[in-house]
């Protein structure tokens, strides 16, 4: 807990060609990251197919795109949402809203595949009756990257944080509470899910630029389905 980051990990994520039998070989390892922070390793790996095809039939509705910063600059993973609210960020900042500000219809309601999932990690991780109703769903390709950042822009900050990785491999970070704590950087495979909450609710986060890889599911691209309960109005 407090600002202290975890101790960096050892091994880099492989840019090698990823296949069933290696992904099999991590699951059922728990990393723990911090004191109500943990990697459940390969935990969606069963679900994966399902959940692959919920994410095609939710990007036929609201398709992936580039949404910019407040500040005008476009963000590097492409993103779409799903649930009873989405996250979005322009030119009027971030927040959530009911409806894609693209196409003026509700986000596609949340699968009941991505429902469960996060309910039951999130139970495995510790926080019982979890219930999201936000999905942002990013898709990134080599080079893509997240910024340091917090999770703050949801009411409801007693609820953990659900985040689901599908495709080739990525180095999450994760910090401590302050801005300036150096983060851990964590290598992240396809199903691994990682759920942080309580006193970790509130570290800074985010993906360091994706290595060049293939997937045989996806290829080039990495999933990542990050569920939330935002506290607000639908």
């Known amino acids: ?15 090698r060609l990823f296949d069933d039998e290696t992904d099999c070989a991590r699951a059922g390892a728990r990393d723990q990251l911090a004191e109500q ?18 994410v095609r039939i939710i990007q036929s509705t609201a398709p992936f795109r580039l949404m910019t910063t407040p500040g005008g600059q476009a963000m590097s993973a492409a993103q779409t949402n799903c649930g009873d609210l989405g996250w979005v960020s322009d030119a009027r900042g971030y927040r959530y809203v009911p409806s894609d500000p693209a196409s003026g219809r509700h986000w596609p309601p949340m699968p009941d595949t991505f429902r469960t999932l996060a309910r039951e990690a999130a139970a495995t991780a510790g926080f ?7 999905c942002l769903i990013n898709c990134y390709v080599p080079g893509a990257r997240l910024s340091l950042h917090q999770d ?50 509130m570290r800074y986060h985010g993906v360091a630029p994706v290595p060049e890889a293939s997937h045989p599911l996806l290829g080039a691209r990495r999933i990542n389905l990050t569920f939330r309960r935002t506290g ?3």
């Open 152 to 201: 703050k822009d949801e009411r409801d900050h007693t609820a953990p944080i659900v985040s689901v990785s599908l495709g080739i491999p990525c180095w999450f970070l994760f910090g401590g509470i302050r801005r300036g704590d150096r983060p851990a950087r964590i290598p992240l495979f396809h199903g691994d899910v990682v759920v942080w909450g309580g006193l970790d609710r």
């Open 1 to 15: 807990a407090g600002g202290a980051a975890p101790p960096r990990a050892p091994h880099p994520p492989s840019t």
């Open 37 to 54: 922070a943990v990697v459940l390793r390969g935990y969606a790996l069963a679900r994966a197919t399902r959940l692959l095809a919920a």
């Open 128 to 134: 019982d009756r979890y219930e999201p109703d936000a």
């Open 232 to 234: 607000r109005p639908h």
